[in-house]
């Protein structure tokens, strides 16, 4: 197993090209059906910014990132509650950040390769309490949801929008076990 500090941190140019990926690759799929399955950039963005060097920094981006996600896509909430809106926006970007600030530490304590076990899991449980056991209830712009209008894809795993989540990351976190060996698990 790698130890936890094995890994190579990402820089500022990394960490904002990744972020940037995130916000964009988020967007497009759930603005544009066919592009749909750009949801797996997104999280592998994330998955991704799990090298952040900070728990700190790693809790804030994953704050502006879910704001840049969650404002335009819920922009609606300005014309109900006005600015209260930017309130229940950082609600959902409080999240973000919390997955990212968790995936952080997860890889510093446990290391790259229990790490890919337990993001999945880690991505799943907090995007299920947020939707379903939070007081709030905020299950907009969960991942499975990218592929709403592709009833088939659920029919075809056989997983719903929480499973379609968990399998996504699981994919993107076990393919980054067969990079090159001198490289550590999520490192380019």
Do not use: D
Not at 103 to 121: C, D, E, N, T, Y
């Amino acid at each position: 197993m790698n130890a936890p500090n094995s890994c190579a941190e990402l820089n500022w140019k990394q960490t904002i090209l990744y972020s940037l990926g995130a916000i964009a690759s988020f967007h497009l799929a759930y603005t544009f059906p066919p592009c749909s399955f750009l949801i797996t950039v997104y999280l592998f963005c994330l998955f991704r910014l799990a090298n952040l060097n900070a728990s700190r920094k790693a809790f804030y981006i994953g704050f502006v990132i879910g704001m840049a996600i969650f404002a335009p896509q819920l922009g609606f909430f300005w014309n109900i509650f006005k600015s209260a809106a930017i309130a229940l926006w950082a609600v959902l970007a409080f999240w973000m950040g919390l997955f990212l600030l968790l995936s952080q530490l997860a890889r510093k304590q446990f290391g790259a390769k229990l790490f890919v076990l337990i993001v999945p899991f880690l991505w799943m449980g907090l995007e299920y309490f947020r939707s379903e056991l939070y007081y709030l209830r905020f299950s907009w712009a969960n991942v499975g949801y990218a592929f709403s209008n592709s009833p088939n894809a659920f029919k075809f795993f056989g997983l719903g929008v929480y499973g379609i989540g968990f399998l996504l990351m699981a994919i993107i976190a076990a393919l980054s076990l067969f990079r090159r060996k001198t490289s550590c698990v999520a490192i380019t």
